[in-house]
């Protein structure tokens, strides 16, 4: 099945320092990948859906300057938190979709930021 | 309103008892179904995935759909305490389209 991996799974930064998580997909090429953010006992919150050679698409709210997102390559989509503050801890989630006849979405296995 | 309605929980079920599962939706537009388990701290991991109305079955999992009634369910037969987790329901419009998600449930089996 489709495999998607991302990294860090935690990684702890200081105030004003910038942050990048990692998304790859193993064995499929992805044109379109996903990231979300997961507060405590919440759902996923979709922040950006990241396009393999041109600029990501933000949902509305996300700041775009604060979260840098780059697809560049089909295999590897980057975030980048900005001048982090302790408000930006939580839990990033990325996601790509290979195709329906393969089953679809397929998420990594998170990264948990602690801003200090 | 949410465009995807989903039963918070908490859930408690004896081991070996059946788990059921639903949300409602809004959106007609939505063709793809799809259940995710989610253990604490970790990635949504896909269950099921269903296109359009109808039922499937694997293993002890059965997903089913109602596009006429925006309703999908879930069931886990002869649940096991490993089947402790939030379950998180998700729909889209189609390939490379956004994931609508519900709240997620979350579950607990008793042993």
């Known amino acids: 099945g489709a495999v998607v991996s991302q990294h860090p799974s935690r990684v702890i930064c200081k105030s004003g320092t910038s942050v990048k998580i990692e998304c790859r997909s193993l064995?499929?090429?992805?044109?379109?990948m996903f990231w979300y953010r997961q507060f405590p006992k919440q759902s996923l919150m979709l922040m950006a859906t990241s396009n393999e050679g041109s600029k990501a698409t933000y949902e509305q709210g996300v700041e775009k300057d604060k979260f840098l997102i780059n697809h560049a390559s089909l295999t590897l989509s980057t975030l980048t938190v900005t001048s982090a503050h302790p408000e930006d801890s939580s839990f990033y989630i990325c996601?790509?979709?290979?195709?329906?006849?393969?089953?679809?979405?397929?998420f990594g296995s998170g990264t948990r930021l602690t801003v200090v | 309103q949410k465009e995807v309605e989903q039963d918070p929980g908490p859930l408690s079920v004896p081991e070996g008892a059946i788990v059921s599962l639903n949300c409602t939706y809004s959106n007609s537009a939505f063709q793809y179904f799809m259940w995710y388990r989610q253990y604490s701290r970790k990635g949504p991991e896909l269950l099921m995935y269903t296109y359009s109305s109808g039922n499937k079955e694997d293993g002890r999992f059965t997903a089913q759909v109602d596009k006429s009634s925006k309703y999908i369910s879930l069931f886990i037969r002869d649940s096991q305490p490993s089947d402790s987790a939030t379950y998180l329901c998700a729909m889209s419009e189609g390939d490379d389209y956004k994931l609508s998600f519900g709240a997620g449930t979350t579950v607990t089996v008793r042993a």
């Open positions: 996601s790509a979709n290979r195709d329906s006849l393969y089953g679809g979405y397929t």
């Open positions: 064995d499929f090429q992805a044109t379109t």
